[in-house]
Each structure stands twice: as structure tokens, then as C-alpha cells.
């Protein structure tokens, strides 16, 4: 499931998206995707009761220590209270909605970058847009500047935007000046059978019989691979295959939903590969002995017979 948004952002363009009601009466509405009333009727089978979804005026509740960030729920914050399985809702049909809940995420997503779009469209001045070289280019170049025109800065702040590529790709290019070529190129892959994954899963079948798969949770298998990623990362800083002086990864998600992390090592200068016995030392190529090591073994002779 994926979403299609057009253009750059840059455009001038409306706030909000082209969601026309049909009213009973024959008229036509147009609401805004903050609509309450635009999630439950968009999602009727998840929402039969017709519960509303977010709007902005969802009023913020205090912390366990009393402590209040805004005085209203975010759209982020409204989302990511509604993907947690919680006890009195384990029959909730959001979670049992196969593609549907996948459709409902992705909604979501798209929402919030439209509603943080639209936030950066109107705070040009105050994330000081005008400073960016890009104005000055535009004013310079050959199309005729007018009143009218307007040039939409995405600073590199927002997730995903040019500038943001860009300076993580000097970033790393400025490690690989000061550090030199990398040392080890590790690739890190989601597993679908992970305990955490299954342990998660809703248990209870549905009518029909069907039980939940990772592939029915994308939320959950994002989850547990953030914090085993975490984990990976805390190892090699921590010396796992030498000393560590730096290291630069990616993460990508491939066709079917899975994960999968790449990240370059760099090492110090007395912990650098030098001949076969330190590649000897990281890399082995072997199956595990299935009575000293069961656990290991049963992981590889599965990924034997997957692929």
C-alpha cells in the first residue's frame, strides 16, 4: 500500500485535499483531511459506530509528573496512541484489518506531511527562508520574478526534503574524507519470524480462521527492528569487530515490507584489516554445531530452507 502525492511541495497549492461529502439533500461539502468526521467515513468498516478521528482541538491531557508539552493532542501524537495494542482492545477491527489497517497508515502518514507542508508554506520567515541560496538563484535566473511569485523553502529539518539528502550525503562523504575508505560494509535484514514479532501478534483467530502475520503488522516489525537495530549499532560502537571510530547506515525497506539496515564501519587505524586473518576474525562462513549452538543453528537452517 502506498500513497501517491504530486509535485515537490514547492507549488502553491491548496491546504487541504479535493474531499467532496455528498450530502442527503444533493449538495455538495468540501471538508479538510482534519476533518473528525473524515476518518470514519473514508473507513466505515473500522469505524462502523461512526467514532470521530483526529482534529485539532483534542485537548492534551497531563503527564504522570504533571508535565504538558502543548495544550493539544498533535496529529503524530493522535496517530501513534491509536497503533498501540492496548488490553480493552484486543478485538479492535483497526488491528485486524489486514490491507485496509496498512491504507489507514499510510492515510495517516499523508496527512501529517500535508499538514507539516502546509506548516512550512506559511513559517517561510520563521525558519528564515530567505537566506537560503535558493531564493537568491531564483531571483537570478532567467524566469521573471513577480509579485505573485512565491518559492516554497523545505529547510533540512523536514524529514525527506532535498536538503536534508544533501546534507546527509556530505555528512558522509566529510567521514570518508577524514577517516578514509570504510572497513566493513554490514547489512542488517528484518526477520519476520523474530520472537518479539510473534509475541506481539494479535493471538485470537477471526471469524474465518485467519491468523495475524507480520506482513498484516508493518507497525510492529518497523518497531522491533528500530530497537534491534539500536542494539546492533550499540555493539559495533562498543567495540564488537574492533574499535570504532565512526559509522555511517541507511535504512530500506523492501518490496514485501521488511526492513533492512546497510551501514559502513570504519575502524582505528590499529584495528584496520590488514591481511586474511583479520577477515578470518570477523567473517565466518560455516553452519553452527546444532548441539553447541541449537538456537543459531535452527536460525540459519531456517533461512536455508526459506530461500
Known amino acids: ?50 467514532e470521530p478521528g483526529y482534529h485539532i ?64 508554506r506559511h513559517n517561510q520567515k520563521k525558519i528564515r527562508a530567505e537566506v537560503y541560496q535558493g531564493v537568491v538563484d531564483a531571483a537570478a535566473g532567467d524566469e521573471e520574478v513577480t509579485p505573485q511569485s512565491r518559492q516554497v523553502i523545505l529547510p533540512s529539518s523536514h524529514t525527506g526534503s532535498e536538503r536534508q539528502m544533501q546534507q546527509l550525503f556530505q555528512d558522509s562523504m566529510a567521514i570518508c574524507r577524514h577517516f578514509h575508505k570504510p572497513d566493513l560494509f554490514l547489512t542488517m535484514t528484518a526477520n519476520p519470524k523474530w520472537s518479539e ?15 495475524q502475520t507480520a506482513a498484516d503488522r508493518p507497525d510492529i516489525v518497523a518497531r522491533v527492528f528500530e530497537l534491534k537495530k539500536n542494539a546492533v549499532v550499540k555493539e559495533i560502537k562498543e567495540g564488537l569487530f574492533g574499535s570504532c571510530v565512526a559509522h555511517v547506515h541507511t535504512i530500506e525497506f523492501q518490496k514485501r515490507g521488511l526492513p533492512h539496515m546497510h ?6 587505524n590499529h584495528h584496520r584489516i590488514k591481511d586474511a ?24 537452517t531456517w533461512f536455508k530452507y526459506l530461500f
Open 1 to 50: 500500500v502506498a500513497a501517491i502525492i504530486p509535485g515537490d511541495g514547492s507549488e502553491e497549492q491548496s491546504n487541504h485535499r479535493d474531499i467532496v461529502l455528498h450530502l442527503h439533500g444533493g449538495q455538495l461539502k468540501q471538508i479538510s483531511h482534519l476533518h473528525p468526521h473524515y476518518t470514519p467515513l473514508h473507513y466505515t468498516i473500522i469505524f462502523p459506530t461512526g
Open 57 to 120: 482541538n483534542i485537548p492534551a491531557r497531563h503527564g504522570p509528573q504533571g508535565q504538558q508539552r502543548t495544550n493539544n493532542v498533535s496529529e503524530t501524537s493522535y496517530y501513534a496512541y491509536r497503533l498501540q495494542q492496548r488490553t480493552l482492545e484486543t478485538k479492535a477491527a483497526l488491528l485486524w484489518s489486514g490491507k485496509l489497517f496498512q491504507q489507514y497508515v499510510v492515510d495517516a502518514w499523508a496527512s501529517v506531511e500535508q499538514s507539516r507542508l502546509n506548516w512550512v
Open 197 to 211: 514479532i510473534e509475541e506481539a501478534l494479535l493471538k485470537e483467530p477471526t471469524v474465518n480462521g485467519k491468523k
Open 263 to 268: 551501514i559502513l564501519i570504519f575502524f582505528h
Open 277 to 300: 586473518s583479520d577477515v578470518d576474525s570477523i567473517v565466518s562462513a560455516q553452519i553452527p554445531d546444532p548441539v553447541a549452538q541449537p538456537q543459531l543453528y535452527q536460525v540459519l
